[in-house]
T-cell receptor, first 119, second 111 residues
Framework: NAGVMQNPRHLVRRRGQEARLRCSPMKGHSHVYWYRQLPEEGLKFMVY????????ESGMPKERFSAEFPKEGPSILRIQQVVRGDSAAYFC?????????????????FGPGTRLTVT | GEDVEQSLFLSVREGDSSVINCTYTDSSSTYLYWYKQEPGAGLQLLTY?????DMKQDQRLTVLLNKKDKHLSLRIADTQTGDSAIYFC???????????FGKGTMLLVSP
């Protein structure tokens, strides 16, 4: 059972370009969370999604950032017109449904992260 | 509001016990977690505890929860050099709630 997959692992963008970060949750997991980690900081929650629904986006900046988790395919975190302050590690986590197999729904499993550098 | 505080750094010798401490402010927290992050890697879930428990033990790891003082600790017995990493404490209000993390404690284990 593969873990949470994120790609790319490293992404370099110039100011003003778009960044697209992908996350494939663990098999059987229907809850996806995105977190951002600034240098020497803890992780900050951004958005929580289930398939085709945004459940909580209270941690997401109002402008330039968007997230989706379509019925098919990975979850996407999209950052438009990137600025230097967007440089960070972006982590995705997934957790199973109550009726899913495997671990408890209280456990969030993290991917390896995408390290975004804006030049 | 939610806030999680941790000491930033801990240094121990191999074979000693390590104790990493964490305080949180939200008394509604129902789940408390410990994650480990090695350099350049994602977060690995080590263990978690429900707020109605005082203690949880898992091999070399012991978690103690003092709900009255909102204090959580992680004890690593017989610490090894491979335990060197950043340890994050996190809280959530429910199983599906988002996690609020501390800034992490860097544990350095010297031979």
């Amino acid at each position: 059972n593969a873990g949470v997959m994120q790609n790319p692992r490293h992404l370099v963008r110039r100011r003003g370009q778009e960044a697209r970060l992908r996350c494939s949750p663990m098999k059987g997991h229907s809850h996806v969370y995105w977190y951002r980690q600034l240098p020497e900081e803890g992780l900050k929650f951004m958005v929580y999604l289930q398939k085709e629904n945004i459940i909580d986006e209270s941690g997401m900046p109002k402008e330039r950032f968007s997230a989706e988790f379509p019925k098919e395919g990975p979850s996407i975190l999209r950052i438009q017109q990137v600025v230097r302050g967007d440089s960070a590690a972006y982590f995705c986590a997934s957790s199973p449904t109550l009726r899913g197999q495997g671990a408890s729904p209280y456990e969030q499993y993290f991917g390896p992260g995408t390290r975004l550098t804006v030049t | 509001g939610e806030d999680v505080e941790q000491s930033l750094f801990l240094s121990v010798r191999e074979g000693d016990s390590s104790v990493i401490n964490c305080t949180y402010t939200d008394s509604s927290s129902t789940y408390l977690y410990w994650y480990k992050q090695e350099p350049g890697a994602g977060l690995q879930l080590l263990t978690y505890i429900f707020s109605n428990m005082d203690m949880k033990q898992d091999q070399r790891l012991t978690v103690l929860l003092n709900k009255k003082d909102k204090h959580l600790s992680l004890r690593i017995a017989d610490t090894q050099t491979g335990d060197s990493a950043i340890y994050f404490c996190a809280e959530s209000l429910s199983g599906y709630s988002t996690l609020t993390f501390g800034k992490g404690t860097m544990l350095l284990v010297s031979p």
